[in-house]
């Protein structure tokens, strides 16, 4: 824990934004001890058809359900009351592509768009819990498509357009998918991916799909097939029809997103209509305080729950405009962040440590070619910060004023649950840490055991009661819901990272404590990469670990056995290399893949990774009785010695 203590200073932050945490004191202590008037006065941020009957329903628990019976519809929350308000010619997005293009988007323009492609939905068969598969690049198409689909009730599922075609067919057959939409390609870096034809790949290998949309925006070459695929701008061709917004009850799903776990295929982690609304609308309020006319920006990729919870709901159901940006942070050059927060006049910038880590090696000079005054609020998501990256970018980005929200949650919690609240008076901040749990928010940190874990003792994060945001279920396995997150600590959800509470009742979330990786933000499970690298025809036996990384957080190392036949053969890893890149996508790529004789087993056969790690990382592999032979430790080290002398 030496780290944490070194860096349990306290930063002044601005006389302008630190007003105490008195007000957060009293709200959060309402939110725990009158969790019915406090959870009435938060949903009340949304216009609902139907008043609930309960707020919390939670006799069949861990299935919370919240607002039990209360009728909504999340997309007229998010567009039709603004189109319909004096914010109708507000922007909702500002959108710049990649190339530099710009398009704005006002609330009355989303409400067409969002009309139109809701009755072309409809026109194709498409009903209430019906499943939409979206893969879609960071256009503006694809709000629009995942609010259509809010609209008439039928539930997303956005894949990350970073995802290759084994990702997506088995996304789509777990949800039996009936349309898909995609666009042509994507630009990435100057180059395009080319999205249409990943899907075709990955449509060989499923048959629910009805058809796909297509939306063009590179303008290649792609395969369009009769009868299945349709281009998005013909769909739309005819006009502005009103769609009604179907009334939902609070706990329909709204969408599936599915994420990385310890084992097996991935997880359908499933959100609500009214919870996860009240949640991630409240969440927002709370930690950034944005005002009607700011302009924010989440930098992330709308494909994960960053952006479905923060460039899609929550600053559209608050009437916001917010930037999006279509391509790289470092194209066409490393100023681009800094270039579009100026010419924008972006107030309030949130994106990730990795992305601040990437920017802050090319140095200052980038961040001087602009004026960042406009900047107020900075925010970071997705794994933990480390102190001079913290620093780095308040000085720099936040001309040593702006304070940084430490935003820590999960694809499962839906939105923020330990973060500073500027909205109720920050807390002086800790550079590293996220302070306080948000409202509603019970927290406690507990050793392997299952005990409360002592003040500065690093112990595992539960929660000892539900909230708004929280997952529904898994789709199609309720099962391994209860056994994921309820099983390890009865009655607690527990979801894999460590933290640690300090002396002043701060949090320090200190990373997974399971196998789950964590790569530039990207949360990857090993077992994916391991069952794609044992789906080739020459690895007998693979274990991938996360290597730390001074700019990702963590990279990807693969350590195999090459079956006999392929023994010898040369350029293997580059070939696995391809292969993961088009089946998984290239996040998946491992960094090292090593090729050893016999990797380290327990006797019963299990690889042992954590033996592995240690051994690659220097370490003292820890208890080691229950290794079959001690030989394979060796093996180990000499497939590194021979790896580090190929690569010199
Ligand atoms: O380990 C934690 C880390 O990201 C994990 C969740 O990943 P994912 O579901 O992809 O959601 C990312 C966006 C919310 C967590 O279990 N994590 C996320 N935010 C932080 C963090 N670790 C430390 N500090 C954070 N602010």
Redesign the pocket.
């Given at each position: 824990m030496k780290a944490q203590d070194e860096n349990r200073e306290v930063l002044p932050t601005g006389e302008r934004y630190h007003h105490g945490i008195a007000l957060y004191e009293s709200v959060y202590r309402e939110s725990l001890e009158n969790p019915n008037g406090f959870w009435s006065k938060a949903a009340s941020i949304l216009d609902w058809d139907r008043k609930w009957d309960k707020i919390l329903d939670d006799t069949n628990a861990p299935f919370y359900r919240w607002f039990l019976n209360g009728k909504l519809n999340v997309c007229y929350n998010a567009v039709d009351r603004h189109a319909k308000s004096g914010n109708r010619n507000k922007a909702a997005y500002i959108w710049v592509g990649e190339g530099g293009e710009e398009k704005i988007i006002t609330f009355e323009g989303l409400y067409r768009r969002v009309n139109n492609l809701s009755n072309a939905l409809i026109n194709l068969g498409i009903e209430k819990g019906d499943k939409i598969l979206i893969y879609l690049p960071m256009i503006l198409e694809a709000p629009v498509a995942m609010l259509a689909a809010a609209r008439i009730g039928a539930v997303f599922s956005f894949v990350f357009a970073g995802f290759g075609a084994s990702a997506i067919s088995e996304r789509i057959n777990d949800a039996k998918a009936k349309i898909v939409i995609t666009a042509d390609g994507g630009y990435r870096n100057g180059k395009i991916l080319d999205l249409k034809r990943t899907i075709d790949e990955a449509l060989v290998s499923t048959s629910s799909v009805q058809n796909v949309i297509v939306v063009r925006r590179s303008g290649h070459q792609v395969e369009m097939e009769d009868g299945r695929d349709i281009w998005y701008h013909d769909l739309v061709r005819d006009g502005s029809k009103y769609v009604a917004p179907v009334e939902l009850e609070s706990n329909d799903p709204l969408f599936i997103l599915y994420?990385s776990g310890t084992t097996g295929k991935p997880k359908g982690v499933v959100h609500g209509n009214g919870g996860y609304a009240v949640w991630v609308a409240n969440t927002m309020k709370w930690a950034f305080n944005p005002n009607d006319t700011d302009r924010w920006w989440c930098a992330a990729d709308i494909g994960?729950?960053?952006g479905h919870s923060y460039i899609v709901f929550a600053p559209l159901i608050l009437g916001l405009t917010s930037i999006m940006y279509e391509g790289s942070i470092t194209y066409p050059s490393p100023d681009r962040l800094w270039d579009i927060a100026e010419k924008y006049g972006v107030n309030i910038l949130y994106t990730s440590p990795t992305a601040i880590r990437t920017l802050m090696r090319y140095g200052e000079k980038y961040v001087k070619m602009h004026d960042l005054s406009t900047i107020r609020v900075l925010g970071?998501?997705?794994?933990?910060?480390n102190p001079p990256a913290w620093r780095w970018y308040h000085e720099n980005i936040g001309s040593s004023k702006a304070p940084i929200i430490?935003?820590?949650?999960?694809?499962?919690t839906g939105g923020f649950v330990i973060s500073p609240s500027l909205g109720l008076g920050l807390p002086p901040l800790k550079p590293g840490s996220?302070t306080f749990p948000m409202p509603g928010i019970d927290p406690v940190i507990l050793d392997e055991e299952g005990n409360e874990a002592r003040i500065g003792e690093k112990g595992l994060i539960a929660y000892r009661r539900p909230w708004p945001g929280m997952l529904l279920t898994l789709h199609n396995d309720p099962e391994r819901f209860v056994k994921t997150y309820f099983d390890r600590f009865k009655g607690k959800y527990y979801?894999?990272?460590y933290a640690v509470k300090d002396s002043d009742g701060y949090y320090w979330?200190l990373?997974?404590a399971d196998e789950v990786l964590?790569v530039a933000?990207h949360?990857l499970g090993t077992i994916e990469i391991e069952d794609a690298l044992l789906s080739s025809r020459e690895v007998a036996e693979a274990a991938v670990f996360g290597k730390p990384d001074e700019v990702k957080g963590e990279v990807i190392v693969a350590f195999i056995v090459v079956k006999n036949e392929f023994r010898g053969i040369s350029d293997i890893a580059s070939g696995l290399r391809k292969q993961i890149k088009s089946e998984l996508g290239p996040i998946y790529v491992p960094e090292e893949i090593h090729i050893a004789e016999t990797l380290p087993k327990t006797r019963s056969g299990k690889i042992m990774r954590r033996v592995i790690k240690a051994v690659f990382l220097d370490e003292v592999p820890g208890d080691v009785s229950t290794l079959e032979s001690s030989a394979s430790v060796d093996e180990i080290r000499a497939a590194i010695e021979s790896f580090r002398k190929q690569a010199q």
């Open positions: 994420t994960w729950i960053t970071t998501v997705g794994e933990p910060i430490d935003t820590y949650w999960q694809t499962e996220a979801c894999g990272d979330l990373g997974r964590k933000g949360r």
